[in-house]
């Protein structure tokens, strides 16, 4: 191959932007993905019968529509055919009684449903706002922002000058409150707090976690104001249009080709080796979309890197695992209840805030939750090219299983050696198959197809996906914000000049919002600093 300004390991959503942008600012890129497919944790497939068009992995792309990069490419992707479709019925959750509270569009259609369950707390969703807005600049700059650098001191600076010493530690407090702590601390009613907790999960965190009550609401705010978008056609109609985008501008995107070196000359990062050994040169960077142990412990198993790095990359700690269940139903499924649960995009089910709490703490202790938190997802309520008409389709995701199973919290399942057998993943979504037939009377009647993938599914699919984590690695506080990856080498730079690490097990961590892509991007783009220097010069000058 050629030599690129840029070689990208990985074609995930970080990869793809960050080559998107590097090739919009006139680098010329190459990204080595090691599957047939391009996009990570981005694919659409016809998982169960013709027709059927299932995400097989992530789904929903409400950070992704929010976030930078989208803002910067999202006019030339639409070119190439991306489309998004919304909807006013974002999420709910269903309790065991059949009851449902829901999270929706406007700040007063908020305050009314939950006002619907408790007096008051209405007033506390609008108070909520009120507090949220003024600082939701500093609270989306966390997660924007390469903390580790001027910019991320920047960030701190703005803060202190506007909120005071006193104002910035209580903003710092807020940020690393838990879940429970703000929820019980914010609304009366039970059904607030399971409306709300469940999201948590969706961060890799549980809900008596650091940070999770910032997350809270992070995603609550985010929900109201963005929705639910998903792309027309799927998923991988993202990766469509950006892959499409790189190799406009003269971008090579090869699938089939896996990473073996990062290639080290002189300290400095040059090249990527591929397994059948191709040298794919690099003149400018070389992008890492990994984990850190396969970084470290591969990549670079011969470069020269610091000891206590090697250390700190092997020492990397995984969350809980992940479950996923796909259904091709013969018609739509029709939830019992509340009529707006059909036509609403994500319906957790849940007991409520001490529901997740019990499911997580019961997975990190190895058990089957006995009642998992259970996310159905309903993507034919805005995109109906997804199955035949007439038809049905539902994609559900549990987020609070352990990798080694000791045993089965509600004792009905044998564990054996704790692996993730075909028999135990089938047994295992037979219960939550149940779980979601208590609240849709038609859904095992109408099963057309069910094609479950258990944590061991999800790694052998993506090394990425380690030991089935959806989430690049455990978010606990020690691995999180301003020690991501982890506290011996945080951010995106690494000790290998012009080798960057992006994805979800670095900062700002998980989720379709491209946000590391984006910051090294963003900083590889900048001029030199002399370059820059000169401009604020002649900026203050007036010329």
């Known amino acids: 191959m050629a ?22 600012g006139g680098w010329s890129v190459c990204i080595l993905e ?11 497939d016809t998982l169960t019968q013709d027709g059927f068009l299932h995400d097989v992995f992530s789904a929903w792309h409400p950070l992704w529509v929010g976030g930078a990069a989208h803002a910067q490419l999202g006019d030339e992707l639409a070119t190439h055919g991306l489309e998004y479709l919304n909807t006013e019925l974002p999420t709910a959750t269903v309790f065991p009684d059949g009851e449902a509270t829901f999270l929706l569009r406007s700040a007063d259609a908020n305050a009314a449903e939950l006002d619907r369950q408790a007096t008051g707390d209405g007033d506390a969703w609008r108070r909520m706002l009120e507090e949220f807005f003024p600082v939701a600049d500093l609270a989306f700059g966390v997660l924007g922002t390469e903390l580790w650098s001027a910019a991320g001191l920047g960030l701190g600076t703005k803060a202190y000058r506007r909120l005071g010493r006193r104002g910035l530690a209580e903003f710092t407090g807020t940020v690393l409150t838990s879940s429970r702590d703000w929820l019980t601390g914010t609304f009366r009613s039970e059904r607030a707090h399971g409306l709300l907790a469940p999201w948590v999960l969706h961060t890799g965190l549980g809900p008596d976690a650091p940070v999770s009550g910032f997350m809270t609401q992070v995603i609550a705010v985010a929900v109201q104001e963005g929705g639910m978008p998903i792309p027309r056609g799927g998923g991988a109609r993202l990766v469509d249009a950006l892959v499409a985008l790189i190799r406009r501008r003269g971008g090579v995107c090869e699938t089939g080709a896996e990473a073996e070196r990062v290639l080290v000359r002189n300290g400095r990062a040059v090249g990527v080796r591929t397994r059948d050994g191709q040298i794919v040169d690099a003149g400018r960077a070389v992008l890492c979309n990994v984990l850190p142990q396969a970084l470290y ?7 020269d890197v610091p000891g206590p790095i090697r250390e700190g990359a092997q020492r990397f700690r995984y969350g809980r695992s992940e479950m996923q269940i796909h259904f091709a139903l013969s018609e739509p499924p029709r939830w019992d209840g509340d009529e707006r649960l059909g036509s609403t995009a994500i319906v957790h089910l849940t007991p409520g805030l001490d529901g997740v709490s019990r499911a997580v703490n019961e997975a990190e202790r190895g058990l089957l939750p006995a009642e998992a938190t259970v996310d159905v997802g309903q993507p034919l309520t805005m995109d109906a090219s997804r199955a035949p008409e007439g038809k049905g389709l539902l994609w559900v995701q549990l987020q609070e299983l352990p990798w080694h199973v000791k045993a089965d919290a509600a004792g009905g399942l044998v564990t054996g050696d704790g692996a993730w057998t075909e028999e135990l993943r089938e047994r295992y979504a037979d219960r939550i198959q149940a779980r979601i037939a208590r609240h849709v009377p038609n859904l095992e009647s109408s099963i057309l197809q069910r094609v479950v993938l258990s944590p061991a599914d999800l790694q052998a699919a993506n090394p990425n996906l380690h030991h089935g984590d959806p989430y690049g690695g455990s978010l606990a506080l020690d691995q999180n914000l301003l020690w991501r990856p982890f ?9 290998i000049d012009r080798l960057y690490h992006i994805g979800a097990s670095t900062h700002p961590g998980p989720g379709l919002g491209a946000g590391s892509g984006t910051l090294v991007a963003q900083e590889l783009l900048q001029p030199p600093l002399p370059a820059r220097a000169l401009a604020r010069a002649r900026a203050r000058l007036g010329r």
Do not use: C, M
């Open 297 to 303: 412990g591969e990549l670079l198993a011969d470069a």
């Open 3 to 24: 030599e690129f300004d840029a070689v990208i390991v990985g074609s995930g959503i970080n990869s793809l932007a960050a080559g998107a942008l590097l090739a919009r």
């Open 34 to 44: 090691r599957n047939d497919w391009l996009g990570g944790a981005i694919k659409t």
């Open 487 to 495: 506290p011996r080498q945080p951010g995106h730079r690494t000790p």
